[in-house]
């Protein structure tokens, strides 16, 4: 959207002294005022108060709000080359916005005399966050079902651009790029990494932010934020609270620098980083197992699993598993207390894993547990499976669209969300049982196990071959344990918090 309009331009008397913010300013018949929320403008010129009829003294008429531009999708203002230009993010579809922009001619007026209103704007806009955040842009071309270059060009380059953000863009050509340049990144130079695909690039890069000596510094500096280009999206989903391009662009713009709980996933002699989940048995193989769907988007995973619950194959195993909450009631009762109180800030009762932000020192922190090669601790939870059908290990509540598969997942809690069934219940039941994750009832199932836990191990028996998704990437079918850092990561995040508040009756109750 693009307007312009031919009119002579004044600097309203309401304006104040030079240099200092002003909250109106008048163009030829076009007035724009600044609100509580967000900026009129008025297309018949002239403050809204001085300009109304009126009839033995009652007003009956007011001028019309040409529109009125919410400040969190006011991107930029500027007064250059006699004329006043607004960018902003302008509805494109329902739930996705575009670039769009107003043009107003300032004829013969200085340009000076329009710059309260625009510090008055610009320190209303950007008043939570930095404004021309400086970005490294990863693009993964073959993301999902494709088209991550043109979402990027169509859809999120021009909102960037609008914002006066500094990029700097790389599109991957292999797997594993992104690690490479993440670990050689200069962290001084940007303030953002930009994640242009599926989960699987943000994966990289927290990894490759933990193979640097500065690992912690890297991770608390440099901010990874993501815009949906692949099939689950599950990271814009919870941060961004969108899995559409223009959304999630307009949302890093405005995003706030949040520390986020990351996880270690020991196997052998190796160690990653995981920010999202790790799974075996149903769903691990109806992501990995699915690969070859790519071209069906998320509607892959859907897929997937109904082919599975028909095997109903199982995954005998060894779980043993660090348990800070087993009972249902409990994990609401924390859940609400951390998205209440501005993320359970101002509650008095003390948390039951420390979430301190870790000092900023050099390498990844120490395991609390050891590795997966080590002896378990004594006081953990051990249990033999012989017919699992599903192990899924969460740090963030949307798995993929209309996929809220840990409701009761927090940012920054120190904690990892757990899920188990049993992989021999009848079909009906298990049908219902996955699909109650879109119908949000998941949480309540009686066939279901979820805990809240800050690590645990997993062995499998008497198998070989099979799928372990570690933030939808596979790794070796062999034993591996995992533990939580709290706020070890950094993201950008549209509120502070995850864009899940939970099944409908936790938010009425």
């Known amino acids: 959207m693009s307007e312009s309009h031919a009119a002579s331009a004044a600097a309203d008397p309401a304006s104040g002294p030079e240099g200092s913010e002003s909250t109106t300013l008048t163009v030829g018949t076009i007035f724009l005022t600044l609100r509580l929320d967000g900026l009129n403008i008025y297309e018949d010129g002239g403050s809204p108060d001085r300009r109304e009829t009126r009839f033995c003294g009652v007003p009956i008429t007011k001028p019309t709000v040409a529109m009125t531009i919410p400040y969190y999708n006011v991107l930029w203002i500027s007064a250059e080359n006699e004329q006043l230009v607004i960018d902003y993010a302008a509805e494109k579809s329902k739930g996705n916005v575009h670039h769009a922009r107003l043009k107003y001619s300032l004829d013969s007026v200085p340009i000076f005399k329009t710059q309260p209103f625009i510090a008055g704007l610009l320190n209303r806009v950007y008043s939570q966050v930095p404004r021309q955040r400086r970005a490294k842009v990863l693009i993964n071309p ?26 700097d863009v790389i599109t991957t050509s292999r797997s594993g790029e992104g690690i490479d340049i993440c670990e050689a990144l200069d962290i001084d130079a940007y303030d953002v990494v930009v994640i242009c695909s599926g989960d699987g690039l943000a994966y990289e890069a927290f990894n490759g ?8 510094s890297a991770l608390q500096k440099v901010a990874i934020a993501h815009i949906p280009c692949g099939s689950g999206n599950a990271m814009s989903c919870n941060l961004n609270g969108s899995n559409a391009a223009g959304a999630s662009a307009l949302a890093v713009v405005k995003g706030v620098r949040t520390p986020m709980d990351l996880m270690t996933v020991t196997q052998g002699d190796r160690r990653m980083l995981s920010f999202l989940s790790q799974s075996v048995g149903i769903i691990a193989e109806a992501d990995l197992g699915t690969e070859n769907m790519r071209w069906l988007g998320a509607k892959r995973f859907d897929l997937g699993v109904a082919q599975r619950i028909f095997s109903k194959k199982v995954y005998p195993c060894d779980i043993a598993v660090k348990v800070e909450l087993e009972n249902k009631d409990e994990i609401k009762a924390h859940y609400k207390r951390i998205q209440s109180d501005e993320e359970g800030k101002n509650n008095d009762e003390p948390s039951l894993s420390s979430v301190s932000r870790p000092d900023a020192a050099e390498g990844l922190p120490p395991l609390r547990f050891g590795t997966v090669n080590d002896q378990l601790p004594e006081d953990w939870q051990v249990a033999s499976h012989d017919k699992l059908g599903n192990f899924y290990c969460g740090n963030m509540a949307w798995v993929a669209p209309s996929a809220n598969f840990f409701p009761a997942a927090c940012i920054n809690d120190g904690l990892m969300d757990l899920v188990t069934n049993d992989g021999d219940i009848p079909i009906l039941k298990y049908i219902d049982l996955m699909t109650s994750v879109e119908n949000e009832s998941f949480f309540d199932k009686k066939l279901l196990s979820y805990r809240k836990i800050v690590a645990y191990r997993f062995t499998p028996r008497n198998q070989t071959d099979g799928y372990i998704s570690i933030d939808g990437e596979r790794i070796p079918f062999a034993p591996f344990q995992v533990e939580i850092h709290p706020g070890l990561g950094t993201v950008l995040s549209k509120s502070g918090r995850y864009e899940s508040f939970g099944p409908p009756k936790w938010r009425d109750a």
């Open 142 to 167: 073959h993301a999902g079902p494709g088209g991550a270059t043109r979402l990027w060009e169509n859809d999120v380059k021009p909102i960037f651009e609008a914002a006066r953000m500094t990029l």
């Open 209 to 216: 932010f933990g193979k640097r000596p500065d690992a912690r």
